[in-house]
């Protein structure tokens, strides 16, 4: 099968294969806005400024989330490790900043170090991986094991109750309406893209997941920016694991707990390919807020919770099927 | 030759050091059977195994339940063996088999079935094995303990009961009228359940308190911070008061009304876990309810040591004592206090006294 032109940008700066919005690329966007609609035009209660501020800064976890397995996700691989680098991650931050367990107040600098633990785990994911060769599939579930493993030995029967004012007011604090999670997400998320659209790792990640072997034969070592993809993914965790502990005021060792599957289901409505080499930043965010829409707007419109989970899974369903029907073949295998 | 055969060796290796353990371990175990499978024991109270499961060490309530184990163990001058399997049906089966290929003779477990399928061949394994079992929450409706030796009694709570007082004591926080929302547990299990249907009971009994909304957090906190913050948009100032099923999502709640500025909205629990209690204290929760953890990990183990040490004969406890509903406690600002530090009171555990608890058979 052929691929059908498509000449987007006439005068390309360098090659890029997949510039600007090409139509294959419009379909989440349009499934958000129709699905938006709906709910607004069923439900008055949905179509508030205050329940618009809401849905933004319920997706804000789910978006860094979603920032750091798209990467994993183009270079074709998979990863299942944030449950565990988020449980880490949000444990070790409740330790570090001012709390009820001991007498750290390190603020700023105990997020930051959370951050580096949880790049560590993401780091571990990815040696893993190219050195000795185990499925990606298979790391990242150990390594999740390991975080769980390593939150529950901090945890140690005592949960830790945050009152740094700082890290409290991230969840609370407004800023043009909405809270400084949201911003923080939206920062990610701006990051995510700089670091995709122009940085050397975010282009190679892409020609992994199109096609590793014509990189390695063209002398590429794709290994160490494997090892580096990871890292970022975990860092991203690490972080949202920090968010999590600022929203419920609390670490907990299940902070990341269906995260994993709710990111992929985000990064691939938005229209990321499970195979690689395709999607990106901006496509799992869409993909992101459609998910978010759809719980909120269910529970807008009043549907029973009895039939939440099925009519929600039918329409993520049917939203995928929908966006990725052009290239149905390139979506039947998982690497 | 090297590079390959050197990970083969150490897996060969492996295998049969495990192979050889095994095998030891079962042979002990034929020679115990031969002489111990009674029902009700004599062992010497020194030779007395003590063993509590629960899913993990990481939930607070389960946390208390080992120490509540500990602390009886101690009282007998024993340790109690503390298991956990993460919330895994299939480790604790492995737990349980690593444990009944052992020495069982005076095996006194505490166990806390992963869900009520998990029951049957724990109950087996153990009725084979000569094991004295206690089991608490689940177990399959149809299954009765007067049908085996082994397995001493069994513990529940009527959620049906704590799903009525808390609602109740939410009515009486918001003067007995106004609208309020329930955030429900898993609804498929039968704690869920039963607990919605003891919010029912309490709003027909209180017919000015309407429910807005009733949706479900899986018992988790991050959900029910999400539900509630998109519940509180859909709802605003009719909302007065917030029914959870466990007292993890209502403290999600919690922190919802917290980042809204809300602070005229009466939040209820059950679980007791210690975040609860102090909120509870300050003043920002109104009531949860308490199956008391650590009595649970101790009387599980006093039953067993009761039996196995020949105290209490199986034959002697009467049927309504096999399966029954234990007491639970309604918190609330006034008692909170005595329930801040967990403990257990060795009364409760004397071999006169361990069902001394009961609010009746599970009908």
């Not at chain 2, 399959?140 to 009527?158: G, K």
Request: aromatic residues 6%.
């Amino acid at each position: 099968m052929t691929s059908p032109a498509e000449d987007v940008d006439v005068a390309p700066a360098r090659p890029q294969p997949r510039r600007g919005v090409s139509f294959r690329d419009a379909g989440p966007p349009i499934a958000l806005v129709v699905i938006f609609g709906v709910f607004a035009a069923l439900s008055s209660d949905f179509r508030t400024i205050s329940n618009v501020q809401n849905i933004m800064d319920t997706a804000a976890v789910l978006a860094v989330v979603a920032c750091g397995i798209t990467f994993v996700l183009m270079m074709g691989s998979i990863d299942l490790s944030a449950p565990g680098i988020m449980g880490a991650s949000a444990i070790a931050v409740a330790l570090m900043v001012a709390n009820n367990r001991n007498d750290n107040d390190l603020g700023l600098i105990g997020v930051l170090v959370a951050v580096l633990l949880a790049a560590a785990l993401g780091c571990l994911s990815g040696l893993a991986l190219v050195l000795l060769k185990v499925p990606s599939f298979m790391t990242t579930l150990g390594v999740s094991a390991v975080g769980l493993g390593v939150a529950t030995l901090m945890f140690a029967g005592v949960q830790p109750n945050i009152s740094d004012a700082m890290l409290e007011g991230w969840a609370v604090e407004r800023f043009l309406g909405f809270a400084y999670l949201t911003w923080i997400a939206a920062g990610c998320v701006l990051l995510g893209y700089l670091v995709q659209r122009y940085s050397r790792l975010g282009r190679y990640a892409f020609a992994i997941g199109g096609a590793e072997e014509v990189l390695s034969l063209s002398g590429v070592k794709v290994a160490p920016y494997k090892v580096a993809v990871f890292t970022l993914a975990g860092a991203f965790y690490g972080l949202a694991g920090v968010m999590v502990t600022s929203q419920l005021g609390a670490g907990l060792v299940q902070a990341g707990k269906g995260y994993d599957f709710a990111a992929i289901t985000a990064a691939v409505v938005g229209g990321t390919l499970l195979t690689g080499g395709r999607g990106g930043v901006l496509h799992s965010v869409v993909g992101v807020l459609l998910v978010t829409v759809l719980v909120n707007g269910l529970v807008q419109v009043g549907v029973s919770p009895y039939w939440q989970g099925g009519v929600q899974g039918l329409i993520v369903v049917a939203a995928v099927a929908a966006a990725v029907l052009p290239q149905r073949r390139r979506n039947q295998v998982t690497k | 030759m090297t590079r390959i055969t050197r990970p083969a060796v150490a897996l060969v290796s492996i295998s049969l050091a495990a192979l050889a353990f095994t095998a030891c371990s079962e042979e002990s175990n034929a020679g115990d059977n031969n002489n111990g499978s009674s029902a009700s024991g004599a062992c010497d109270p020194s030779d007395v195994k003590l063993v509590g499961q629960v899913r993990n060490e990481s939930n607070p309530y389960e946390a208390s339940w080992l120490d509540g184990g500990d602390e009886f163990a101690e009282s007998v001058g024993l340790t109690q063996e503390r298991l956990t399997y993460d919330g895994d049906s299939t480790r604790q089966q492995e737990q349980i088999s690593q444990l009944l290929a052992g020495d069982t003779e005076c095996l006194v477990m505490n166990i806390l079935p992963n869900g009520d399928s998990d029951t049957p061949p724990i109950v087996e394994g153990a009725e084979e094995a000569g094991a004295f079992l206690v089991t608490q929450w689940n177990k399959p409706a149809d299954m009765n303990v007067t049908d085996y030796d082994q397995w001493l009694s069994h513990i529940t709570y009527n959620g049906v009961e704590s799903g009525k007082q808390i609602g109740d004591a939410l009515a009486e926080a918001i003067g007995g009228s106004g609208g309020i929302v329930a955030l429900q547990g898993i609804l498929d299990t039968g704690a869920a359940k039963d607990r919605f249907a003891g919010l029912e009971e309490s709003l027909a009994a209180n017919p000015d308190v309407k429910l807005l909304d009733d949706q479900t957090a899986n018992f988790s906190r991050a959900e029910a911070l999400d539900v509630t913050k998109t519940l509180l948009t859909k709802h605003g100032d009719e909302l007065k008061g917030i029914w959870a099923a466990n007292d993890d999502m209502a403290l999600g709640a919690l922190e919802a009304l917290q980042q809204a500025g809300r602070d005229d909205v009466a939040v209820v629990g059950i679980d007791a876990v210690p975040d609860a209690l102090t909120a509870i204290q300050d003043g920002t929760m109104t009531a949860t309810v308490s199956s008391d953890g650590p009595w649970q990990g101790g009387i599980g183990l006093a039953i067993g040591y009761c039996v196995a040490t020949g105290e209490l004969s199986v034959d002697d406890i009467a049927d309504e004592d096999r399966a029954w509903y234990a007491e639970q406690f309604l918190i609330q600002e006034d008692n909170v206090a005595d329930f801040l530090t967990p403990a257990t009171d060795e009364a409760d555990f004397d071999c006169d006294n361990v069902f001394s608890r009961s609010q009746g058979a599970i009908s």
